[in-house]
């Protein structure tokens, strides 16, 4: 059969409630609540600042943020609040070409900038806006391509800096230039083992090595046709993003340094044909050409500008926040939900294909999701329902699966497990993101053995162990400083290596599947759907 297919959406409790341990290696339930402004501590955001080491790794706040619901602030940023509360988005100013060479030059000259100071600067900023949006840990290989001229230079700053921050980068520099100033900052790369790749070694498709492209080729100066190999790598560029519906395979980020490389400064995307970043990280001041970017994140960077050069100008800027070499700018894109969809492109799932036992069909899909590389395949909505009719769900992880059913592990005094004492029932969904994929399983619940849950709770990490013991979820506490110091004594406690005792309300629950769904996104909303009964 074939149907729609809704997605549902998930509220947050305004409670504070521990609903997930303490540690998160192996953690059992995905965080599922909002913690209270009053156990934020504003301190522990503050970014220790050094311009050059290489290491800095400052916190941004978005341009659109709504301080009305941030944290309790410090003193300065309270100050920045009001600051950013009382700017007018729409006066940024954007810059004419040859405004902006003008302000180049004059930094260089009478306010004695250098060109490796400016270039040391803007590199750091490019840096510090990738790791605001795009995290080592989902986002690590990073691929800079650099031209020849200042906007290469930025470039290979850019990439020093994200090896410092926890990233993987490599770089492809096809016309290196023999000044001084370029070959100290390869030299510099060369000494962290990053890698320099040539244009016939990077793989046609970027995606299939790299997270996010730097593009760096060129600036607001360049004029005339990019010619080889420069045409055809922004041309591999504009193929990202004309290759977003792939299945399976995550399309590689786009981040342009001051000006997307090959649209004109001022007009930007003429002909529509051009790269389309994802992520512009303007310099100085954005130029005229970036008001024609409709990407989601535009970031100004390069925190230099002397009053006499804004006066000047008549430069309206946003300010900085605390020590952060970036800002957000630009309001956010208005979006219109009804009109968010995603065209499934799918290869058929037909009843010819379908496995008998739906057993084995889950196992030959969960392997398809494993061998796809997808974050947490075992991730699983559970949802129960109490004596009182009201249902609920929650992320937990699978981590049993047999012949009899699937298993997590969980609170006994959790609210899961108190609807289950209720009724005994419940609901499974597995979504895989990248194979358009996913699976509905129902049937009865009862607890695993003592010995299975025993069993289980000693291959888990120490950490994750104490966690459990600390972990009183779906419970009220009167802060986090509370959880810390009982995790705190606990770990003393047993810092000798001594058997950590499991919980007597902690342990596993199986499913017995007797109803499977499988469903296959396709387009135009004509999906597969198989509903297999366990005979």
């Known amino acids: 059969?074939?149907?729609?297919?809704?997605?549902?959406?998930?509220?947050?409790?305004?409670?504070?409630?521990?609903?997930?341990?303490?540690?998160?290696?192996?953690?059992?339930?995905?965080?599922?609540?909002?913690?209270?402004?009053?156990?934020?501590?504003?301190?522990?955001?503050?970014?220790?600042?050094?311009?050059?080491?290489?290491?800095?790794?400052?916190?941004?706040?978005?341009?659109?943020?709504?301080?009305?619901?941030?944290?309790?602030?410090?003193?300065?940023?309270?100050?920045?609040?009001?600051?950013?509360?009382?700017?007018?988005?729409?006066?940024?100013?954007?810059?004419?070409?040859?405004?902006?060479?003008?302000?180049?030059?004059?930094?260089?000259?009478?306010?004695?900038?250098?060109?490796?100071?400016?270039?040391?600067?803007?590199?750091?900023?490019?840096?510090?806006?990738?790791?605001?949006?795009?995290?080592?840990?989902?986002?690590?290989?990073?691929?800079?391509?650099?031209?020849?001229?200042?906007?290469?230079?930025?470039?290979?700053?850019?990439?020093?800096?994200?090896?410092?921050?926890?990233?993987?980068?490599?770089?492809?520099?096809?016309?290196?230039?023999?000044?001084?100033?370029?070959?100290?900052?390869?030299?510099?790369?060369?000494?962290?083992?990053?890698?320099?790749?040539?244009?016939?070694?990077?793989?046609?498709?970027?995606?299939?090595?790299?997270?996010?492209?730097?593009?760096?080729?060129?600036?607001?100066?360049?004029?005339?046709?990019?010619?080889?190999?420069?045409?055809?790598?922004?041309?591999?560029?504009?193929?990202?993003?004309?290759?977003?519906?792939?299945?399976?395979?995550?399309?590689?980020?786009?981040?342009?340094?001051?000006?997307?490389?090959?649209?004109?400064?001022?007009?930007?995307?003429?002909?529509?044909?051009?790269?389309?970043?994802?992520?512009?990280?303007?310099?100085?001041?954005?130029?005229?050409?970036?008001?024609?970017?409709?990407?989601p994140h535009h970031f100004l960077g390069g925190r230099f500008v002397p009053p006499a050069i804004a006066e000047k100008y008549k430069l309206i800027l946003p300010p900085y926040p605390g020590t952060s070499m970036c800002v957000r700018i630009g309001k956010p894109p208005r979006i219109d939900i009804s009109a968010l969809r995603e065209n499934y492109i799918s290869p058929e799932f037909l009843e010819e294909q379908v496995e008998a036992d739906p057993f084995n069909q889950f196992h030959k899909w969960f392997n398809d999701a494993l061998a796809a590389g997808l974050k947490e395949p075992n991730a699983m909505s559970l949802s129960t329902v109490g004596k009182d009719g009201k249902p609920s769900s929650r992320m937990v992880l699978l981590k049993g699966l047999d012949k009899e059913g699937f298993v997590w592990y969980t609170n006994y005094e959790s609210q899961k497990a108190r609807e289950l004492s209720e009724n005994p029932r419940a609901s499974l969904l597995f979504y895989w993101d990248g194979l358009n994929r996913q699976v509905r399983v129902e049937g009865p619940v009862q607890k695993v053995s003592d010995e299975e849950s025993e069993q289980y709770f000693h291959s888990r990490p120490r950490g994750s162990q104490i966690g459990a013991i600390v972990s009183k979820q779906s419970t009220v506490v009167p802060g986090r400083h509370v959880l810390y110091q009982e995790y705190k004594e606990l770990e003393e406690k047993y810092s000798d290596g001594s058997l950590i005792p499991k919980p007597k309300n902690w342990g596993g629950y199986r499913l017995t599947p007797q109803l499977f769904e499988f469903w296959q996104g396709q387009k135009s909303r004509l999906h597969d759907r198989w509903l297999l009964p366990r005979l």
């Open 1 to 295: 059969m074939r149907s729609l297919v809704p997605k549902g959406s998930s509220r947050s409790m305004t409670c504070l409630c521990l609903t997930h341990s303490l540690t998160q290696t192996h953690s059992h339930n995905l965080l599922a609540t909002t913690f209270s402004s009053s156990l934020y501590n504003s301190n522990n955001r503050n970014p220790l600042f050094q311009l050059f080491s290489g290491i800095l790794r400052p916190r941004i706040r978005a341009f659109s943020t709504d301080f009305r619901s941030a944290p309790t602030p410090t003193a300065s940023s309270s100050a920045f609040a009001q600051s950013m509360a009382n700017f007018d988005a729409d006066s940024v100013t954007y810059l004419k070409q040859r405004d902006a060479a003008e302000i180049d030059e004059t930094l260089m000259g009478p306010l004695g900038f250098s060109v490796d100071q400016l270039m040391e600067l803007a590199g750091l900023s490019v840096a510090t806006s990738i790791s605001e949006v795009y995290k080592p840990s989902e986002y690590s290989r990073v691929l800079t391509i650099c031209g020849p001229g200042n906007n290469g230079g930025d470039g290979l700053v850019a990439a020093r800096h994200l090896h410092h921050f926890g990233y993987k980068p490599f770089v492809c520099y096809p016309k290196r230039t023999p000044k001084p100033l370029y070959a100290g900052l390869v030299t510099q790369l060369e000494a962290l083992s990053i890698p320099f790749f040539s244009v016939e070694e990077l793989p046609s498709d970027l995606s299939n090595g790299f997270d996010v492209v730097i593009d760096a080729m060129f600036g607001f100066s360049f004029h005339g046709s990019p010619r080889p190999p420069f045409d055809d790598l922004i041309q591999r560029l504009v193929s990202l993003h004309n290759n977003n519906n792939q299945i399976g395979q995550k399309r590689s980020v786009i981040v342009s340094v001051d000006i997307p490389s090959g649209w004109h400064v001022e007009e930007g995307d003429v002909d529509g044909t051009g790269i389309k970043p994802d992520m512009l990280v303007s310099l100085t001041a954005p130029k005229l050409g970036a008001k024609k970017f409709g990407g």
